[in-house]
């Protein structure tokens, strides 16, 4: 069998090499976008059913931290306002005393008023009587002004322990932990019974529904895509052989930058790229960092 020089096999190795990335128009990195989920309340966790892989959806209820202090603080706000408010004072059995002489008064009033008609009695002793129902008409009022006052002072008192209760009832909502977004748990950063401060990250997440390919293209390129553009994606699936996807072209840069090293295009004489994002749904096989190329259609 005859040998091939070492410079021959060389060269057609390169050729070979150079041919098949003549083959895409652009390569780049699957990403997508990730939602760092992190604590709102104080204490320690006591449950946390969250697993690396694991697929959540919005709204779902995934733990909780530990609440008893705060429901603790809650109900002794709450007993504080009640025993303020039992020192309302009781308006109607404090001037029930003086309704039951104005009553007198006002029925004394209309006797006489009829006395005074047949003239059995004098024009003197109506104005005498009726004087009185009006000093008794003022006691009154003057009673149930100071009583008002009293009890929109003591009302006033419990504002900020409502305002405190409203602030503790938040901090509890926020200590039970419900996953805000649909995606799959990409990393785990808090373990049960360890303390959760607010800001303290506890999972990434993310939708890997569909992926996102950020390839760049060089200038000669940049005309041909458009938003909106059906493209082909490949990435490797074995020796010399690819999967095929379609993407769907959802964002072209506007401003040009350097080729990124770890970046090949096509053109390699290009100094200055537009960095593209290509949408693919994902069946799967498609992984964040994984290198994918791309052909234009």
Not at 34 to 62: D, W
Not at 67 to 76: D, E, G, I, P, V
Not at 209 to 237: C, E, M, P
Request: glycine share 6%; aromatic share 8%.
């Amino acid at each position: 069998m005859k040998k091939i020089p070492f410079i021959v096999l060389f060269a057609l190795v390169a050729l070979g090499s150079c041919n098949q990335k003549d083959k895409f128009d652009a390569s780049g990195t699957f990403e997508t976008e990730e939602t760092i989920i992190s604590a709102e309340g104080t204490g320690r966790i006591k449950e946390f059913k969250v697993e690396e892989g694991q697929t959540l959806k919005a709204g779902e209820y995934i733990g909780f931290i530990d609440t008893a202090q705060l429901y603790f603080n809650k109900k002794n706000l709450e007993a504080q306002i009640q025993a303020g408010l039992s020192r309302r004072p009781d308006v109607a059995a404090q001037v029930a005393s003086l309704q039951v002489q104005l009553q007198n008064a006002q029925h004394e009033q209309g006797r006489i008023a009829s006395l005074v008609k047949a003239d059995a009695a004098t024009q003197k002793q109506l104005d005498d009587q009726t004087s009185m129902v009006a000093q008794i008409q003022k006691q009154i009022d003057a009673q149930l002004s100071t009583l008002d006052i009293s009890t929109q002072s003591i009302n006033k008192e419990t504002v900020p322990l409502r305002a405190l209760i409203q602030q503790i009832s938040d901090q509890l909502s926020k200590c039970y932990l419900v996953n805000p977004v649909n995606g799959t748990v990409l990393s785990k950063y808090a373990r049960v019974d360890e303390e959760a401060t607010p800001g303290k990250p506890l999972y990434k997440i993310a939708d890997i529904s569909s992926l996102i390919l950020r390839a760049y293209i060089t200038n000669n390129q940049f005309s041909q895509l458009k938003l909106g553009q059906k493209v082909k994606v490949f990435i490797d699936n074995g020796p010399d052989k690819y999967k095929e996807y379609e993407g769907t072209v959802t964002w072209i840069s506007d401003k040009a930058e350097f080729t990124p090293k770890t970046i090949e295009t096509k053109d390699e004489r290009a100094n200055l790229v537009w960095a593209t994002k290509i949408t693919v749904k994902n069946d799967g096989f498609l992984k964040i960092g994984m290198y994918g190329e791309v052909k234009f259609q």
